[in-house]
């Protein structure tokens, strides 16, 4: 499968914005899906997860209540809501797919990467 991010941009603190992944190849459904991001001179660290169904989530601390994960299999998509954004979270977000049953909130388990996209928030 074969990933590509968009939906970034500038918004306002307090603002929202949606991110999409879309996925080629006939397997998207088959790969739970997961979201990172990397800030300036920061490791990448995970955001959310979305399992095979949108029955399976999981979130960061930092995000969770504000941001929402979910896929369309039927589109090969993915998205990330984000609502009530914060300067902090001004970083390039990934999306990527878990090849591996292992720690979904780890880089590792994932094989896939699509190329980031850039949210920034301005206070």
């Known amino acids: 499968v074969q990933l590509q991010a968009c939906g970034g941009g500038l918004v306002q603190a307090g603002g929202s914005l949606r991110l999409s992944c879309v996925a080629s190849?006939?397997?998207?459904?088959?790969?739970?899906m997961g979201w990172f991001r990397q800030a300036p001179e920061k490791e990448r660290e995970f955001v959310a997860f979305?399992?095979?169904?949108?029955?399976?989530?999981a979130y960061a601390d930092s995000v969770k209540g504000r941001f929402t994960i979910s896929r369309d299999n039927a589109k090969k998509t993915v998205y990330l809501q984000m609502d009530n954004l914060k300067p902090e979270d001004t970083a390039v977000y990934y999306c990527?797919?878990?090849?591996?049953?292992?720690?979904?909130?780890?880089?590792?388990?994932?094989?896939?990467w699509g190329q980031g996209t850039q949210l920034t928030v301005s206070s």
């Open positions: 990527a797919a878990m090849y591996s049953s292992g720690a979904l909130r780890s880089q590792t388990s994932y094989g896939t």
């Open positions: 979305v399992g095979t169904t949108n029955s399976d989530t």
């Open positions: 190849g006939r397997t998207f459904g088959s790969y739970p």
